[in-house]
């Protein structure tokens, strides 16, 4: 059963998670945004280098992890990278955090929604352009509303998630726009309605960016964004070659108590989705260019207003939860507001968030056994309540009743037959209580509004706390966790 869950979520790479995992993912908070400069406690963050150390060293102990790094920027400097545990575990060579190289998965389409906004500066692209005005083929017209360039950013083209974004070996490659065009998902609702997560929509937006640019995807980004950040080893091209390759981190498979190294994944075909590689110092240079508001040192990749419209909220799915900015995912609301985006390879497992009021961010990527998936939301989620601590919510008593029964996940391949064992199972437990049942996984809520829950199983002290939100017509009711911005969930009929 753990293969079989194992290779459910493995057709999901690049975004959403097992939802066993993902309850204890990203900070919630159902505050309305706020303009106010926050600010990282000192004491907080001179003690985070310990406090890291802390935690990985119980991961490695206990979670499966066989390497890792960490990277942290505040005040506009890198506060560290450090690296732990083994990049080659047979060859004995440790993680360096300054040097190895680690996928970020779908943390990469923060590099294309910021080379797409690049083109919307310089008038090449309009946001609430229909996306075939930019494609030499057409996505069929079979709703109302065509797909807008504005859809893609918060994974609400109305497609349906499809595996089949890996190859074996390069010679599986084709040219981008081939591989788009002939592997299109089936739309299964309109377009701008509900965000669920898109790795098509996205590698869209990068075809985009290399159609109205005349350049490849990967020189555009060489040349536009890892060229002036001085980002030296970041790539998206894929085998890896030279000093690249000798410093790329293993993926790693747990086999009868042992890691077995496995080969360098390829997700060329699919590439603005999610095939880059970096080091930690790359992903800080980012981070110090966003939280920058596009400058870093003499550099400029966008303007300032640009960087601050990309990290407001521009869809949500659940009322009172976070939901999508431009391509970002809204991690928190308020108290500081955070975004980033979580990125899933087969191997790597990675998350990266800014808090521009406190200018802080911070990068995480994990590699070994099924169980390093878990380490690097419990890892993302021990830094986030250190420097952000926040407190419970309160508890409401007023009279309302949560819609019980089996929900099942908007990101799916509707042509393939349902799949129930992965719904997720919602009962009460008392009047304000709710049990929620994922894969035998069972946790614990409690109620702190009309339909909206936190959760207690799991909670640390300090957060940050998981959301729940029932919404939706009565004939289409549906349930959204705050960590899960980019899908929904929808009662079975």
């Known amino acids: ?169 390069p010679a599986g490659f084709v040219p981008l726009g081939t591989f788009l065009k002939d592997n299109i998902p089936t739309r299964v609702r309109d377009s701008g309605v509900e965000s669920s997560y898109s790795n098509y929509g996205s590698a869209i937006a990068g075809y985009i960016v290399q159609r109205v640019s005349g350049e490849a995807f990967p020189d555009y980004i060489d040349r536009h964004i890892f060229g002036p950040l001085g980002m030296t080893s970041a790539t998206f091209r894929e085998p890896l070659t030279g000093t690249r390759a000798e410093n790329m981190a293993l993926g790693y498979d747990l086999k009868d108590g042992r890691f077995v190294a496995k080969p360098f994944e390829l997700y060329g075909n699919i590439m603005p989705a999610g095939s880059a590689s970096a080091t930690g110092p790359d992903m800080a240079r980012f981070m110090l260019a966003h939280l920058g508001d596009g400058a870093l040192g003499d550099a400029r990749i966008l303007k300032p207003d640009t960087m601050k419209q990309m990290r407001e909220t521009l869809h ?51 590699t070994g056994g099924w169980g390093s998936y878990g380490a690097r939301t419990e890892l993302q989620n021990a830094i986030i309540g250190r420097v952000f601590p926040e407190n419970p919510a309160p508890r409401w008593t007023g009279t309302s009743t949560p819609t019980v029964g089996a929900y099942r996940t908007n990101r799916r391949t509707y042509s393939d037959p349902p799949q129930p064992e992965f719904d997720i199972k919602v009962s009460a437990s008392g009047p304000h209580g709710l049990v929620v049942e994922n894969r035998g996984n069972k946790t614990y809520w409690e109620q702190i509004g009309p339909q909206l829950y936190e959760q207690v199983t799991a909670a640390r002290d300090g957060g940050p706390f998981e959301k729940l939100e029932f919404y939706g017509p009565e004939n289409d009711r549906k349930m959204s966790f705050s960590s899960q911005p980019h899908v929904l969930y929808r009662v079975v009929k």
């Open 316 to 366: 949500k799915n659940a009322p009172s939860l976070p939901g999508m900015a431009y391509g970002y995912m809204v991690v928190r609301e308020a108290g500081p507001r955070l975004v980033g985006h979580g990125g899933n390879t087969a191997d790597f497992h990675s998350f990266m968030v800014l808090a521009p009021e406190a200018d802080f961010g911070f990068f995480v990527s994990t």
């Open 1 to 169: 059963m753990r293969e079989r869950n194992r290779s459910m979520a493995m057709r999901r790479v690049f975004g959403g998670a097992a939802l066993a995992l993902a309850l204890l993912a990203t900070t919630p908070s159902a505050a309305a945004p706020t303009a106010s400069v926050a600010s990282v406690d000192p004491a907080r963050l001179a003690g985070l280098p310990e406090f890291i150390d802390g935690v990985m060293a119980q991961q490695i102990a206990t979670r499966e992890v066989a390497g890792a790094v960490v990277t942290v920027v505040s005040g506009g400097k890198i506060v560290f990278s450090k690296g732990y545990g083994y990049a080659d575990i047979d060859r004995k060579i440790p993680v360096d955090g300054d040097k190895t190289l680690f996928r970020p998965g779908s943390v990469s389409k923060l590099f294309t929604w910021t080379a797409l906004m690049q083109q919307v500066e310089k008038g090449r692209v309009k946001l609430d352009d229909d996306v075939n005005k930019y494609l030499d083929f057409k996505i069929p017209a079979t709703y109302a509303k065509p797909i807008l360039v504005r859809d893609l950013l918060t994974h609400a083209p109305g497609l349906e998630d499809r595996g089949g974004i890996t190859v074996e070996s």
